[in-house]
């Protein structure tokens, strides 16, 4: 199962007045593992940068200047997508801003149920708590301290560190984990597993060990192994 992890930096609120999208970042996870495959790429919006936004992600007008326009970049980002499901914070925000951009060049619009919004199932998993992306990086013990301004690649990186906590993907054993310390009357940390019952016969074979005894023999009283 593939998934685009992904994130975007605009110039404000609303394509509708004319703003746009700045930098998009993205990681791909393969089976919920990430790839190491990633998507990042700053774009000149063709207008300038409000204070406000600037602020926020610290992208400038003479940064993004020589930047490529996203009708250069568009069909290379969706080629990248493709049909994988796109997990988002806010993904209603990211969708907004994406499906104007694609839409503005002709190119096909990225449905919406093509997107899983890790807002919403943090919303659920935990009511009435806060759910910005700091918040669940603090709930889950994930280090964000590079964090200093938002960044779309950067960003996604963390992201699919929470998804994974979200959806459980990083205790893959921890129903097998809490059987084991039921069954052994222990809890915590402190489990260890018990012996077994009957040992495990030696895989060495006659031959095997008699040419460890010629080597020991070679050392001579002195050998870790004539101690024993």
Aim: glycine share 8%.
């Amino acid at each position: 199962m593939r998934e685009i992890v992904l994130d975007t930096e605009t110039t404000g609120f609303e394509p509708g007045s004319g703003d746009r999208i700045v930098e998009i970042g993205a990681v791909e996870l393969h089976n919920h593992v990430a790839t190491g495959r990633t998507y990042h790429q700053y774009i000149n919006p063709e207008r300038s940068m409000p204070q406000e936004a600037f602020e926020v992600h610290g992208l400038g007008d003479d940064f993004l200047r020589d930047k490529p326009k996203f009708a250069e970049i568009g069909q290379a980002f969706l080629d990248f997508v493709g049909d994988a499901k796109m997990v988002i914070h806010n993904a209603a925000f990211d969708m907004k801003f994406l499906n104007a951009e694609l839409g503005w060049m002709n190119l096909p619009t990225l449905p919406w149920e093509q997107a899983i919004d890790t807002l919403e199932i943090a919303r659920k998993r935990f009511p009435g708590s806060p759910a910005s992306l700091d918040a669940l990086c603090r709930r889950f013990g994930i280090d964000n301290t590079a964090r200093t301004l938002h960044g779309a690649l950067l960003d996604s990186e963390i992201l699919a560190e929470v998804y994974l906590e979200l959806i459980g993907g990083r205790q893959p054993d921890f129903a097998l984990a809490s059987t084991s310390r039921q069954n052994n009357g222990a809890a915590g940390d402190n489990w260890r597993p018990s012996p077994r019952p009957d040992p495990l016969p030696s895989r060495v074979t006659s031959q095997e060990r008699e040419a460890h005894d010629a080597f020991v023999a070679k050392l001579g009283d002195d050998a870790l192994w004539s101690r024993a």
